[in-house]
């Protein structure tokens, strides 16, 4: 309304003969990253595509090869909208799907027999105080921790495979990936990243920055920190304890391995200060029902002593494995100890339900950047 | 912005999306006078946008009159048929009508304004041609200039103008003739919904 704008439109705006500007909508709710899904689905098939053909991989400039699939008919997109609200689907897991329905097979990732292992014994926890001392203290001796600019990203690389039922018609198999690396980026305030996980995304990977479906950054907490987060939380480890049971509070099934789990996910895939990861160790000892195993072995083949805690509701044990002399950390594995779980109780006591052997954590100059150490 | 699209980045259409996906629907219900149609047109128009990325000159400014052009094409093949607009304008018109009991309620005053404002609207556009529509549509409604406007439509300049001053024309016509017609009335409603919503409404139904 200003001079300029009337300058550029010289019959001017007063003169206009509609009533606008008209009343704007927003997007159903969930529309906005169902349709960015799809989107991002489409160009990442035709990016794949184009590498696998590298003959076509000029954008076409006319309206040729490409049936035109311009107005999808209802009857696919509300099905598939009811899926994307429900929630229960992660963003890439989305994006797989629908790219393993348009080239059939060969964008899923291998599956084998589901791994199996000797289950360790594990003490009656009068150990677990006095060994997370230990891990602790060396935590905070060897000086780690990321030290990170506001311009550079966290990079973890990891081996990981997970163990699932698999329905093909009516038969169902309990199968686990191959394991494979998963490379991931973040920024220190969390607004961007990238992961590169076959089976999860496309060889180039996807974006984890970005808008959520209000178009507001999402705000990093305590199950999805950033770095700057995580420096930011209090090293009291009753401090520590207390905020972690109030914010899982309601959530899985019995507080204390609610506890566990979050501060295993945080030593998994999060890169904190060392001070932080000495006060998690020590918060750990502080839950009930945390045990010592005598042996476990990580993703990478890497034996070691574990710190545990089982969940009594589903019968599996989450194993934190740490290099027996040096005490660093190594990675991770869920193993089914009792009991069976799983559809059809598929999941029998031996069997490793997940596992991550954590490779190299470091800091990068760039997003996308391996860094030599993680081959 | 338009080197990243002509080197198909996933990450600058990821940013597209965040920036454009509403403006072009908006744009793609008032062209085609249907919420859903405008939904698919949209998603349409981005898949068309990645399609086309070779296409995008890699000097210039904002993508934006680019992406409004690419859903004009997709909804005017929609809406081939002037007749389908006058229906869906028909429809909106309908809607809210049948939706505007007496209620003192203002949120729910505001709210029914904004479905006659809109019907309001669409009935007036669909007394334009589809072409003129869509000159009205870019220039005034989402601010392209006429060269940009003739760029995306594929048209001269000379065009736009010409088709722009035949729509204002048809509408003030319009707008006078209703005016004529509601001499009786407070005042004339489509014009006097440039102000507070809410205080059209009561006026009006003050005045009945």
Known sequence: ?375 | MRTRVRSGDPDAYAELFDSYSRTLYNHAFRMTGDWAVAEDVMSAAFMEAWRLRGTVDPEGGSLRPWLLGITTNLARNHCRSNRRFRAAAAAAAAAAASASVPDHAEEVAGRLDDRQQIAATLAQLSALRGPEREVLLLCLCEGLEYAEAARVLGIPVGTVRSRLSRARTKLRKLADAELKKNRREPAARSRQTYDDRAKTVRSAQEGI
Request: proline share 7%; glycine share 10%.
């Open chain 1, 1 to 375: 309304m200003n001079a300029d704008l009337s300058r550029r439109h010289p019959a001017g705006r007063e003169e206009n003969p509609l009533p606008l500007p008209f009343a704007e909508r927003e997007l159903p709710a969930g529309r906005h990253r169902f349709h960015k899904e799809r989107l991002m689905a489409q160009i990442h098939e035709d990016l794949r595509a184009a590498d696998a053909h590298p003959g076509m991989t000029a954008p076409a400039p006319a309206r040729t090869a490409r049936p035109r699939r311009l107005f999808l008919n209802r009857a696919f997109l509300v099905p598939a909208a009811a899926f994307a609200l429900a929630g229960a689907l992660a963003a890439g897991f989305l994006t797989y799907v629908d790219r393993g329905a348009a080239d059939g097979r060969g964008s899923t990732i291998a599956t084998g027999p589901a791994m199996t292992t000797r289950i360790g014994t594990a003490d009656d926890g009068k150990g677990t105080p006095q060994l997370l001392d230990r891990i602790s203290l060396a935590a905070a001796s060897t000086g780690g921790g990321a030290k990170v600019r506001a311009d550079q990203f966290i990079y973890i690389g990891s081996k990981t495979a997970t163990t699932y039922v698999k329905s093909t018609g009516d038969k169902n198999t309990l199968v686990s990936e191959e394991l494979h690396m998963r490379h991931q980026w973040n920024s220190p305030d969390g607004r961007d990243g990238w992961l590169i996980e076959p089976g999860n995304t496309g060889p180039k990977g996807m974006t984890l920055g970005g808008k959520n479906e209000k178009g507001e950054t999402p705000t990093p907490y305590l199950n999805a920190p950033s770095y700057d987060y995580l420096a930011g939380l209090p090293t009291d480890p009753d401090v520590l304890l207390k905020k972690i049971y109030e914010e899982t509070r309601g959530m899985g099934r019995a507080p204390d391995q609610e506890a566990f789990t979050t501060i295993g996910d945080l030593l998994r895939s999060s890169y904190p200060p060392a001070e932080l990861t000495a006060a998690l160790y020590k918060t750990a000892a502080k839950i009930p029902g945390v045990v010592v195993v005598d042996d476990a072995v990580d993703a990478a083949g890497r034996h070691g002593i574990a710190v545990a805690r089982l969940d009594e509701t589903s019968g599996q044990r989450e194993e934190w494995i740490f290099d027996r002399q040096t005490l660093t950390y190594l990675g991770e594995r869920v193993v089914q100890v009792q009991g069976e779980a799983g559809e059809g109780g598929l999941i029998k006591p031996g069997t490793v339900v997940a596992t991550t052997a954590v490779m190299t954590r470091t800091v990068v100059d760039r997003m996308k950047e391996i860094p030599p150490s993680a081959g």
